[in-house]
Antibody, heavy 119, light 108 residues
Framework: EVQLVQSGAEVKKPGESLKISCKGS????????IGWVRQMPGKGLEWMGI????????RYSPSFQGQVTISADKSISTAYLQWRSLKASDTAMYYC????????????WGQGTMVTVSS | EIVLTQSPGTLSLSPGERATLSCRAS???????LAWYQQKPGQAPRLLIY???SRATGIPDRFSGSGSGTDFTLTISRLEPEDFAVYYC?????????FGPGTKVDIK
């Protein structure tokens, strides 16, 4: 079964760093793009960026460029989303999702990681 | 940058009724790159339609997508209780993904 399993919920203070993960299984991890999507409480979906684990080619939404870092470790089939200095406005659910059947839509989603940033 | 607008914001219908959801792009887009998702409370989104009209794996045939240019439509032919949810359209273009703001389909 193809699946993406994300790391657990996080509670952090403003200014702290954080790296959340998304582990792929049941398919060839290096061959499909994985993206990250933010959903702030009660709000819609926002695409943050995408990575091709095969060569780590990474593209960012202009809205998130410089705010987060997306990476992948193909040796352990895991993609990451990282912040250097969290803000309260980073409080959100974060989903990883992959494009498998078609490269332009996300057909497999992780279960989401809730990140809460509060002093 | 493509901006997607969805209407209505909320659609109140009864089970068995037909739902018609609209997604409008700020400029003409290829229908190959227009997708629809369903999201229920507390769940991750689920891909329904890609390429404007192709159903994703396991999606019932009561869901259909159509449209071209700037105007796209998701139709649910007969609403089942499990279809009450939020629906998002999404465009892909040159490594940029854009989501619409969503349409909530709730029970009348």
């Amino acid at each position: 079964e193809v699946q993406l399993v994300q790391s657990g919920a996080e509670v952090k203070k403003p200014g702290e760093s954080l790296k959340i993960s998304c582990k792929g299984s049941g398919y060839s991890f290096t061959n499909y793009w994985i993206g990250w999507v933010r959903q702030m409480p009660g709000k819609g979906l926002e695409w943050m960026g995408i990575i091709y684990p095969g060569d780590s080619d990474t593209r960012y939404s202009p809205s998130f460029q410089g705010q987060v870092t997306i990476s992948a470790d193909k040796s352990i089939s895991t993609a990451y989303l990282q912040w250097r200095s969290l803000k309260a406005s980073d409080t959100a659910m974060y989903y990883c999702a992959m494009t498998m059947v078609t490269y332009d839509a996300f057909d497999i989603w992780g279960q989401g990681t809730m990140v809460t940033v509060s002093s | 940058e493509i901006v997607l607008t969805q209407s209505p914001g909320t659609l109140s219908l009864s089970p068995g009724e037909r739902a018609t959801l609209s997604c409008r792009a700020s400029q003409s887009i290829s229908s190959s790159y227009l997708a629809w998702y369903q999201q229920k409370p507390g769940q991750a989104p689920r891909l329904l339609i890609y390429g404007a009209s192709s159903r994703a794996t396991g999606i019932p045939d009561r869901f259909s997508g159509s449209g071209s240019g700037t105007d796209f439509t998701l139709t649910i032919s007969r609403l089942e209780p499990e279809d009450f949810a939020v629906y998002y359209c999404q465009h892909y273009g040159r490594f940029l993904f854009t989501f619409g703001p969503g349409t909530k389909v709730d029970i009348k």
